[in-house]
Every structure is written in C-alpha cells, then in structure tokens.
C-alpha cells in the first residue's frame, strides 16, 4: 500500500507538472475579425503546428485553417489563417499573418488580404491584434 501511495503521488505531480491544458486562444484584429482556436497549444521552437479552427466576428461562425510557428529563439510566434466568408451577395476568401511577440503575445500586429470571387476585387489591411486565452470560447 506504500508503495501504491508513493506511485500515485509520483504520477500526480508528474501529471501537474506537465504542460497546461490546451486552451482556446482568441486573435482579435482590430474591429474587424476574431479568429478562434480550438484546443491551442503553442508549438515547439523551431516547429509549427496546425487547426482547425473558426472566424467569428459575425453571427455565422466561418471555418479557418490556422497554423501557428514559433521560432527557434522562441522569440516570435507566426500565425496564419484562411477562411472563406459570404456578405450579403459576395463570396469572400480571406488570407491573415499575425506576427506576435512571445512569450508576451502583446502588441501582435496582423495584415488581413481580402478577395472577393464575386467581384474580383482585392484590399489588404493591417490591424493591431490582441491574443488572448477565450473564457469561455465563442460560438460555436
């Protein structure tokens, strides 16, 4: 039984010790989008990791492909995402860079390309991003 007890409390702080739960992290740019996603974790340094995730800055939740790269001086964390959106009578596709100081995430920066299929128009901003951990997420 002591023993049992020691092996419990050694695996409990191992499991405590370890990396926090995956959280769903939220990238605000400006008043004009909120990318979500879904069980974030950052990456290693040096790699990238990739999500399904979900533009929400509307009524109608968007799927995104997000993927996240942290460099290996662990000093920028790169995030891109693409999503496709209808407004009113035209089709959208949406093409996003953030670029954020890590471990900080403060005074993130993100350049949105816009083009509409319907029209063949394209614009381009850039936006002062907050990321943040979401609690809880929103939809869906």
């Avoid at 996603?37 to 990238?48: D, F, I």
């Avoid at 999500?51 to 997000?66: G, I, K, R």
């Avoid at 005074?107 to 979401?134: I, K, N, Q, Y």
């Amino acid at each position: 039984m002591r023993h049992l007890t020691g092996a419990v409390l050694a695996l409990a702080a191992v499991l405590l010790s370890g990396p926090a739960w995956a959280k769903d992290m939220c990238f605000q740019f400006g008043s004009k989008g909120l990318l979500v996603v879904r069980g974030y974790r950052p990456p290693s340094p040096g790699k990238c990791r990739t999500w399904a995730a979900y533009e929400a800055s509307t009524d109608v939740p968007y799927p995104a492909n997000a993927t996240a790269c942290l460099n290996a001086s662990r000093s920028k964390l790169y995030v891109h995402w693409t999503w496709s959106g209808q407004t009113f009578f035209t089709f959208d596709f949406y093409s996003a860079n953030t670029v954020a100081p890590y471990p900080s995430l403060t005074g993130a920066l993100t350049w949105v390309m816009r083009e509409s299929t319907s029209t063949g128009s394209e614009d381009a901003t850039s936006e002062p991003t907050v990321v943040s951990a979401c609690f809880p997420a929103p939809l869906p």
